[in-house]
Nanobody, 115 residues
Framework: QVQLVESGGGLVQPGGSLRLSCETS????????MGWYRQAPGKQREFVAY???????TYVDSVKGRFAISRDNAKNTVTLQMNSLKPEDTAVYYC?????????WGQGTQVTVSS
């Protein structure tokens, strides 16, 4: 079993930055691929970023050049650095961990981009 706890969400003005963190426990973190999804009000959950256990990274096109995902296997943590935030980035952001056919989710953290 893997437990995930997100932190770092909040309210930020357009153009600002936030750093989301996801701390995991309960299993071997380094063997899991990790990533982030987001869900805006009235919309389906959307893929944002992914980092494999070996460090391969993928982003949705809308965040390329603005967001950066990283992982620290020593601290069992995955981080999403979000820069140049836009109002359309407003959503609940969910961390996930996946290995084989198992996927685990965090509870989500709210990100609001507004002036």
């Amino acid at each position: 079993q893997v437990q995930l706890v997100e932190s770092g969400g909040g309210l930020v003005q357009p153009g600002g930055s936030l750093r989301l963190s996801c701390e995991t426990s309960g299993s071997i973190f380094s063997s899991y691929a990790m990533g982030w999804y987001r869900q805006a009000p009235g919309k389906q959950r959307e893929f944002v970023a992914y980092i494999s256990s070996t460090g391969t990274i993928t982003y949705v096109d809308s965040v390329k050049g603005r967001f950066a995902i990283s992982r620290d296997n020593a601290k069992n943590t995955v981080t999403l650095q979000m820069n140049s935030l836009k109002p359309e980035d407003t959503a609940v952001y969910y961390c996930y961990a996946t290995r084989s056919s198992n996927t685990y989710w965090g509870q989500g953290t709210q990100v609001t981009v507004s002036s």
